[in-house]
């Protein structure tokens, strides 16, 4: 599922999620329209055994993309405190993170809702 693309412009009323199953679990993905590539994307993992809980994890760029950011912002704080000054780049690369926290909690709750959709479609 890391490397599925789910963008597309035809959107289908009844169509979600992209998925992908194997003997032990069943991978989902929300499909998205091409306006939606900077919202990071998020796979949910349910174990066959149990459906009634389902795992979330970022994609792996936007795995790569939280670690590159992370370890800037960490790098930036550890030289602004050893030089005793706030670095001019502190700013951007806190703006940055803020964003991709922000962009990745709405795709959170977006995946939750279609998630909660598609379960209580048949009730």
Known sequence: MDFK?????????????LGYENDKRIDLLRITTPFEKLLPKIIVTFNKEN???????????SI??????????ISNLFYSIKSGKLESDFSMILFLNLMFYILAFVEYKIVNRKINKVINWNE
């Open 5 to 17: 693309s789910a963008s597309t412009f035809v959107s289908e009323p009844n169509k979600f999620l």
């Open 51 to 61: 459906f009634n809980q389902y795992n979330l994890r970022l994609k792996l760029i």
């Open 64 to 73: 790569i993309i939280y670690t590159l950011l992370t370890i800037a912002l």
